[in-house]
């Protein structure tokens, strides 16, 4: 948990500095616009993805697990730096890419959901241990996945309306890292949401590369306070999700591992007490109670505080004899 606090202490700390660089480097719009330098590194990192996808394909047809778990991290790690240019200009191709694992029910036709698709299907293919009667259906993935790499390629240089958002790319890319990459929301199985944030992060810096020059003219101090925070965390990340990675693959090796016990003063409290009554069970008791309470001496049963039948108040009754308390 202190680790977890930590990262996202290093990671809102980049995002309040890209805040920063971003209003000190402010231009008017149509003198960004005119300049689209990031395209090429979106080209680059596609080109990445797709080669990545590639091996891992290789690597599910010759079914070797190291293999496989090694190019599906390679994968995963290719699609990070390039998430925040889909996420920002190809929102649509990226279920295709790593969408969440449920069926996707469309206004068209609601009643017949699309399967899910993307790496994290194929991860759960992968981890724990690589099911071999799915690497097909792994295989066919990454030809979906391969295809969506396509289409961000084809259409890249049209979506992209230059220069003037990338910043704002960058940023929400940051808070995507914060909210979702470090609690694992997309590594639940192969335990590398940490390492996975790192790479993202990196991502970010690969993009920044194309504006450097004019920031050390424009922004020095922001860019040093920036390149300085974007290192920091980047190296923290690294160092606590590789061991973090590691215990998961080593939980991963031991099949049949036996369920943690519980602590001794829940078995001790289990043990010396009884268990304590349902809401249920006390609404039951409290109208028993309530019953008997007016012709014979009552004690109010475990759980019913504030049950308290009229019969049960000191009133007189129609013999003189006042009612017990309960």
Not at 122 to 145: C, G, H, K, N, W
Not at 152 to 168: I, K, N, V
Not at 201 to 220: D, N
Request: proline residues 8%.
């Amino acid at each position: 948990m202190r680790h977890g606090w930590s990262a996202a202490a290093a990671i809102v700390a980049v995002s309040i500095t890209f805040a920063a660089v971003r209003r000190m480097t402010a231009r008017p719009a149509a003198a960004r616009e005119t300049r689209p330098v990031a395209i090429p590194v979106y080209a680059g990192a596609l080109a990445r993805l797709d080669r990545s996808l590639v091996r891992l394909d290789a690597s599910l047809t010759a079914r070797d697990p190291a293999a496989v778990r090694s190019a599906f991290r390679e994968a995963r790690a290719s699609y990070k730096r390039v998430e925040l240019f889909a996420e920002y200009y190809g929102a649509s191709e990226v279920r295709t890419l790593n969408g969440v694992p449920m069926p996707k029910a469309e206004s068209e036709d609601p009643e017949t959901p699309l399967p899910p698709v993307g790496l994290q299907v194929v991860e759960s293919i992968v981890f724990p241990a690589l099911d071999t009667a799915r690497t097909t259906e792994a295989r066919q993935l990454v030809s979906y996945m391969r295809a969506a790499v396509g289409t961000l390629s084809r259409m890249g240089a049209d979506t992209m309306p230059g220069d003037a958002y990338l910043f704002d790319a960058m940023r929400q890319e940051v808070t995507r890292v914060s909210t979702l990459g470090i609690a694992g929301f997309d590594a639940s199985a192969s335990g590398d949401a940490i390492v996975e944030a790192a790479e993202a992060l990196t991502g970010v810096r690969e993009a920044l590369v194309p504006y450097r020059q004019a920031l050390i003219w424009s922004a020095p101090a922001a860019l040093a306070r920036l390149d300085l925070t974007l290192d920091s965390a980047t190296t923290y990340l690294r160092q606590h999700g590789s061991r973090r990675s590691a215990s998961v693959r080593r939980r991963s090796r031991a099949p049949g591992r036996p369920a943690p016990p519980a602590s001794s003063s829940r078995a001790r409290s289990t043990s010396t007490s009884s268990p304590r009554p349902t809401r249920r069970a006390a609404i039951r008791d409290s109208y028993r109670w309530a019953a008997t309470c007016s012709s014979t001496p009552c004690s109010r049963p475990r759980g019913i505080v504030r049950a308290r039948p009229a019969t049960c108040r000191s009133a007189p009754s129609p013999t003189g004899a006042r009612a017990p308390k309960c």
